[in-house]
Nanobody, 129 residues
């Protein structure tokens, strides 16, 4: 799949963002879609995963325990899009955010980048203090 992320930019601390992941290649509802981020000098970090119909998933969303209070993921099927909402941004959220898809439709091992076979180019988020 050719994935495209959007919605990044420069925001002030305490602000919110909604990042989007779309594709024109297929219906995203079929795939498990994960969100990751990578800050400068750091490893890629898993944020969330939402199941897809290929795995008979019902769109269940999982968010890393450390991020459940500020991060939310979901689908907008009318727009063929998966979003990631981030509230109360801090400078520590500065990173490039990526979406990725798994044809299994499942979120098993969703924290492992190798579970996903398609990645977007990323959208950059910078949070100013």
């Amino acid at each position: 799949l050719a994935l495209v992320e959007s919605g990044g930019g420069l925001v002030q601390s305490g602000g919110s963002l909604r990042l989007s992941c779309t594709t024109s290649s297929d219906s995203l509802t079929n795939y498990a879609v994960g969100w990751f981020r990578q800050a400068p000098g750091r490893e890629r970090e898993a944020i969330s995963c939402i199941t897809g119909s290929f795995g008979k998933g019902d769109g269940t969303a999982y968010v890393a325990d450390s991020k459940k209070d500020r991060f939310l993921t979901g689908r907008d099927n009318a727009e063929n899009m998966v979003y990631l909402e981030i509230d109360n941004l801090t400078p520590e959220d500065t990173a490039v955010y990526y979406c990725a898809t798994s044809p299994t439709g499942l979120c098993l091992r969703s924290r492992e980048p190798t579970m996903y076979d398609s990645w977007g180019q990323g959208t950059s988020v910078t949070v100013a203090s």
